[in-house]
């Protein structure tokens, strides 16, 4: 007979909230913002930072972090060169 699995929600949200798991994610974001260094076309290094944030998935709030290019033109940079992407894959993280 096949074991029979039951989710429990709120233990799963509990566990995504633990110091552990946090520090985790945290290292992550942190290792994506060491590898995502860019420069502007005029030679200027693009800061790159870290921020925590709470993200909501069916209506539960999980603890994440958001990497961003910190710079006027971040988001164009990101779009033609996707120096956040390649830095994201290159700390073995899957990117949708």
């Keep these: ?9 709120a233990a799963l949200a509990a566990m995504l ?3 552990g798991v946090v520090s985790a994610t945290a290292a992550a974001a942190d290792g994506v913002a ?8 005029s030679g200027t290094e693009i ?3 870290v921020s925590p944030i709470e993200l909501r998935v069916s209506g539960r709030a999980r603890p994440a972090f958001a990497v961003r ?23 073995g993280l899957r990117v949708k």
Excluded: F, N, Y
């Excluded at 007979?1 to 929600?9: K, N």
């Excluded at 060491?34 to 076309?41: D, P, V």
């Design 1 to 9: 007979m096949a074991a029979r699995i039951t989710w429990d929600s």
């Design 69 to 91: 290019l910190a710079h006027p033109a971040g988001a164009a940079v990101e779009a033609k060169h996707g120096p956040l992407h390649k830095a994201a894959r290159a700390a």
């Design 34 to 41: 060491a590898r995502a260094g860019h420069t502007t076309s």
């Design 47 to 49: 800061p790159v930072t």
């Design 17 to 19: 909230h633990q110091s």
